[in-house]
């Protein structure tokens, strides 16, 4: 007989596994428990087996139907004291078992409250996880639609601003002023084409970064393209981390804008790049053997800098460069963090 409710508990767990829709139906379910049950009983003749098997039922009973399953477990229950009365009765000896044999039928309930308790606690903690994870998606998509928002206003808006005046002056000029109408004309060209560009770098910058993959895999592929395009070798020392969103992004576009500093100003030969951490904070920096510049106080005039240290100010950090004619430059952005994962990552890009 224990045999037969083994078998019996195999295939329901079969079923719900290759079937798991078969749960929305739990009457159909708990009559074939049911069923069984009294299979057990009536070829066992209310043996160990019996109470095994409709301990069973309750159990999954109250999986199935929460509270509501106190009313089979009762049921199971009930029937398992005349089984235990009919035991005590034919069976010589059996007094001495007289308290163990009436306790047993009580366990139907327990395993239902049990079960029930157990499966309405799962469903809660999986409803909460449900819910996290949605606020966190929708804490990400705002972040990513305030960051997008940050970018076009920073350079698209403005450029388009510029050729919206422009343009709004240019048909009064075309019937007074000639030669203005031409100058204006050229910066409406200018200023649309400027916005393109602008628009084409910002969504480059979103692309960055893959938040699929490993920081320094985004480090990387940045420190790569540059080399191939530009042939100046990078080193690259690069603790992998688990970063937020919001820093990755803002390290990818410092990353980027520093290498681009240099291809465009330092006639260097060699570039180092470092990204390294402590608990509460990382660090990226970046180096070169170029030709360097005076740094001149609160980056002034500098606005490619200004850029990359209002970038790491939003990600609650600062921007220190370190520079001298001749002596090479170092863009170091230091910004809060939480915890990370270490692990340890270093090449070179010929």
């Not at 409710?5 to 049911?34: G, K």
């Not at 029930?116 to 409803?127: E, K, P, Y």
């Not at 403005?158 to 000639?178: D, M, Y």
């Not at 100058?183 to 699929?212: F, I, M, W, Y």
Request: hydrophobic content about 50%.
């Amino acid at each position: 007989m224990l045999l037969l409710v083994l078998l019996t508990a195999v295939v329901a767990l079969v079923t719900l596994s290759r079937n798991p829709h078969v749960v929305t139906h739990p009457l159909p379910i708990l009559a074939a428990d049911a069923t069984i049950v009294m299979v057990v009983l009536g070829v066992g003749d209310g043996d160990v087996a019996f109470f095994c098997s409709a301990a069973g039922a309750s159990a999954l009973a109250g999986v199935l139907v929460g509270f509501w399953a106190l009313l089979p477990a009762a049921c199971y229950a009930g029937l398992g004291y005349l089984v235990a009365a009919h035991l005590l009765a034919s069976t010589p000896g059996a007094p001495s078992l007289a308290g163990f044999v009436l306790a047993f039928p009580i366990i139907n309930v327990l395993t239902a409250v049990g079960a029930a308790v157990a499966t309405a606690a799962l469903a809660a903690h999986v409803d909460l996880s449900v819910k996290l994870v949605a606020s966190a998606q929708r804490t990400a998509a705002a972040a990513e639609r305030a960051r997008l928002a940050r970018e076009l206003h920073d350079s698209v808006t403005k450029t388009l601003r510029g050729v919206s005046f422009a343009a709004l002056a240019l048909p009064t000029s075309l019937r007074r002023q000639p030669a203005l109408a031409e100058q204006l004309a050229a910066t409406v060209s200018a200023g649309a084409t400027a916005a393109v560009r602008q628009a084409k770098e910002v969504l480059e910058g979103l692309r960055l970064d893959n938040p699929d993959h490993e920081f320094a895999t985004t480090v990387d592929r940045i420190c790569r393209r540059w080399t191939e395009r530009e042939g100046i070798p990078v080193h690259m020392t690069v603790a992998t981390a688990d970063l937020p969103l919001d820093l990755r992004y803002e390290l990818a576009q410092i990353l980027h804008e520093s290498l681009e500093n240099i291809a465009r100003h330092a006639r260097a030969s060699s570039v180092t790049v470092e990204l390294a951490h402590t608990r509460a904070s990382v660090r990226l920096r970046v180096t070169d053997n170029g030709a360097g510049f005076r740094v001149p106080a609160e980056l002034s005039g500098c606005f490619g800098l200004i850029g990359m240290a209002e970038r790491a100010a939003a990600v609650r950090g600062t921007l220190r460069v370190i520079s001298a004619p001749g002596a090479g430059t170092t863009v170091e952005t230091v910004a809060a963090n939480s915890p990370l994962k270490a692990a340890a990552y270093a090449g070179t890009l010929p």
